[in-house]
């Protein structure tokens, strides 16, 4: 199947949802052929919870998955950590409100959750630990000590980076799980559904989300980057910014 671990149903974290905006994404994606998203909203997204409450209220929820336009949608969150970084996770319904309840008193900066803090936290729930974007200069995830990284199960290779920073950025993250010795995942981190395949993963098909975090633990997926990747990025970018002023002036 056809993977993708990062991607975002709102626009940014201030905008409001857009319940045709839900149904626009996935049958892009369903269009593409994407098999499966990890809707990973930014865990302090001020209509995050709105959000996932439309989701339960308006879809089929099987398995740990959101049956959306025939593709499987996974609850998930990206985290910020203090002193920089984020980290990517998902799992069940349930383990994510419970997760983001745990998380309230650390939405804000200076208040962010420590990254060992944060490990634990996901340790003890069995959810899985993805380090975003380690690279991106604005959070770069990499200065953190390795013991504390070597315990994430990934990193991911990201669609933004590779577009934005044009600096080998694929090899750069292999490098650094190599030194790790953790897995490497890819993402488009779409907010935009045109970004959509633009880094994705192959593999084995699963039947429920403890499946598909098990997947991503023994580092069984192929990394994908499209040859479309910079345009779509590109264009992806172009619109968001057009998005965010149509939606910021009603």
């Known amino acids: 199947m056809y993977l ?43 209509y995050i919870r709105d959000l996932y409450n439309h989701l339960e209220t308006n879809f089929e929820y099987k398995d740990g998955f959101y049956h959306i336009c025939n593709i499987r949608v996974v609850l998930g969150l990206e985290i910020d950590v203090k002193n920089h970084g984020h980290i990517l996770t998902f799992g069940g319904r349930d383990e ?18 420590k990254l060992n803090a944060l490990i634990d936290k996901l340790d003890a729930m069995s959810l899985p630990k993805i380090g975003a974007h380690p690279f991106r200069p604005s959070m770069p995830l990499y200065k953190h000590p390795d013991d ?60 429920d989300v403890e499946e598909l975090k098990s997947t ?16 779509r990025v590109q264009a992806a970018e172009k619109i968001r910014k057009l998005m965010n002023k149509l939606y910021s002036s009603h």
């Open 216 to 231: 991503i633990r023994h580092d069984a997926v192929d990394v994908l980057c499209s040859d479309e990747l910079h345009l």
């Open 148 to 207: 504390l990284l070597e315990r994430l199960d990934a990193v991911e290779v990201n669609a933004a980076d590779i577009y934005q920073l044009k600096d080998k950025q694929t090899d750069k993250v292999k490098g650094l799980v190599d030194s790790l010795n953790i897995g490497m995942v890819g993402s488009s981190d779409a907010h935009h559904p045109i970004q959509l395949t633009t880094v994705l993963n192959k593999c084995d098909d699963v039947d």
């Open 4 to 46: 993708d671990l990062h991607t975002h149903f709102l626009i940014s974290r201030e905008s409001e949802f857009h319940p045709q905006y839900i149904l626009e994404f996935t049958q892009e994606a369903h269009d593409l052929g994407v098999d499966m998203i990890v809707l990973t909203e930014h865990f302090n997204a001020t």
């Open 96 to 113: 994510i409100y419970e997760l983001m309840d745990f998380l309230t008193p650390y939405e804000k900066a200076p208040y962010l959750i």
